[in-house]
């Protein structure tokens, strides 16, 4: 089976019709055998061009159509000249110029093929004339009525091909941001399931937390100095139910829905912002951050506090995963109607399994991370209308791209 795979990957379908076909010709009644060398020597050239990568080059179609031209002038010498019967045979040339030369190309190899058949009445007999003009000239009209039929014939294909591209590569875009589509909407149930989930456990959560904050509070007070133990640890509880606290505070933030307060904002003012509360962070980062700002943006319609936090915290994550001395880097562009912030950092990457995660809540991947810092950039990004994408390769870093729309009012 592999064998015989192996011999039709060599010899094509058509090489055995071509080699049919020259095979009749070359018992032709009355041919030399000279003329019976020239013809399957074309024949020959049919089969072996295609399989010959220097012919699939201009320079080798051009050299391919002269070696065919000069065959084809010998055997219609051999063979009666210019009324030799082999005379269609000029249409291989002149076809095969077609399909690889090019308009321009298949104009001068049709002229060529067309000065060279009427070369031959020089090799007429002195004394003798031509008298039947009429079949002449319809062989001549032949050679470019061919071709160029040939040329449309292909350039329709062509076109068709290019269309059937254009169709397949914006049926993959289409399906590419349908599935983005699915994911959001399959991420935006998540977060309003977990959102009820989280904002319930809060408030449940907080009101023992309260008495346990206020009992602490008048151990501290009633408690003897002298008890250093037990002065220390109410302290202990204390400390630790105000960051209870602050994680039940976070929750909630996660749960409550957003009442954005849009106004007009230069976009570099709130990174530059954001980028100084992250250059403050405790323990220092060893980071750099750097800023790349297009021009041409002009301010648009957000709640600054709400997009200085997305890019505080995506900074913040962009900088942590950062190796020492790394840097982080911030670009804006316009896209159309869309306003394109990225941080780009060269860390150690996103597994491609967490992807579709990250913006899950309470996924982390993080020792000490609790997961509602990407959660909560999702939502923010969500309400303003806009779009949160990120692309990472494990070893080489991640690129987070914030797309918020460009509108006139709050709509």
């Not at 010959?52 to 320079?59: A, D, E, K, L, N």
């Not at 060529?112 to 020089?122: E, K």
């Not at 319609?301 to 997305?310: C, G, N, P, T």
């Not at 316009?334 to 597994?351: H, Y």
Request: glycine share 6%; proline share 6%; aromatic share 8%.
């Amino acid at each position: 089976m592999e064998q015989r795979s192996r011999f039709w990957q060599i010899v094509r379908p058509q090489d055995i019709v071509w080699i049919a076909l020259f095979a009749v010709l070359a018992v032709y009644p009355d041919l030399t055998p000279e003329s019976t060398t020239v013809l399957l020597g074309l024949g020959l050239m049919q089969v072996i061009e295609p399989k010959i990568p220097f012919f699939g080059s201009r320079t080798g179609s051009i050299a391919s159509f002269l070696i065919k031209l000069a065959l084809w002038y010998i055997l219609m010498g051999w063979t009666d000249g210019i009324s030799s019967p082999f005379y269609w045979l000029m249409l291989l040339p002149v076809m095969s110029a077609a399909t690889s030369l090019g308009l321009v190309g298949l104009v001068a190899a049709t002229a060529l093929a067309c000065g060279t058949y009427l070369s031959l009445l020089v090799f007429l007999p002195p004394g003798t004339s031509v008298s039947d003009w009429p079949v002449l000239v319809l062989r001549e009209a032949t050679f470019p009525i061919a071709g160029f039929l040939t040329y449309e014939l292909l350039e329709a294909n062509r076109v068709a091909t290019r269309k059937a591209q254009l169709a397949a590569e914006q049926l993959a875009e289409a399906n590419k941001h349908l599935q983005e589509a699915e994911a959001q909407v399959r991420r935006t149930e998540r977060l309003a399931a977990l959102g009820q989930l989280s904002a319930g456990l809060a408030h449940e959560i907080r009101n023992p937390l309260s008495t346990i904050k206020g009992s602490a509070e008048m151990l501290l007070k009633n408690v003897n100095t002298d008890g250093s133990v037990a002065h220390e640890l109410a302290g202990f509880i204390s400390t630790e139910v105000d960051r209870t606290n602050a994680l039940v505070t976070r929750f909630l933030d996660f749960a409550r829905p957003l009442a954005l307060r849009l106004e007009k904002t230069e976009i570099t003012e709130v990174i530059d912002e954001a980028v100084a509360q992250v250059e403050k962070y405790t323990p220092p980062l060893d980071v750099s951050i750097y800023k790349n700002y297009s021009p041409d943006i002009a301010p648009i319609l957000i709640d600054r506090q709400l997009i200085e936090r997305v890019l505080y915290n995506l900074l913040l994550n962009a900088s942590q995963a950062s190796p020492p001395q790394g840097s982080v880097t911030v670009k804006t562009r316009q896209l159309d109607d869309t306003v394109e912030i990225s941080v780009i950092d060269r860390g150690t990457g996103i597994a491609p399994k967490d992807r579709e995660s990250i913006f899950n809540p309470f996924f982390t991947t993080k020792s000490s991370g609790v997961g509602l810092g990407l959660a909560i950039v999702s939502k923010i990004v969500d309400e303003h209308g806009g779009q949160i994408t990120v692309e990472s390769e494990p070893g080489a870093g991640s690129v987070f791209h914030v797309l918020l729309p460009v509108r006139e009012n709050g709509k």
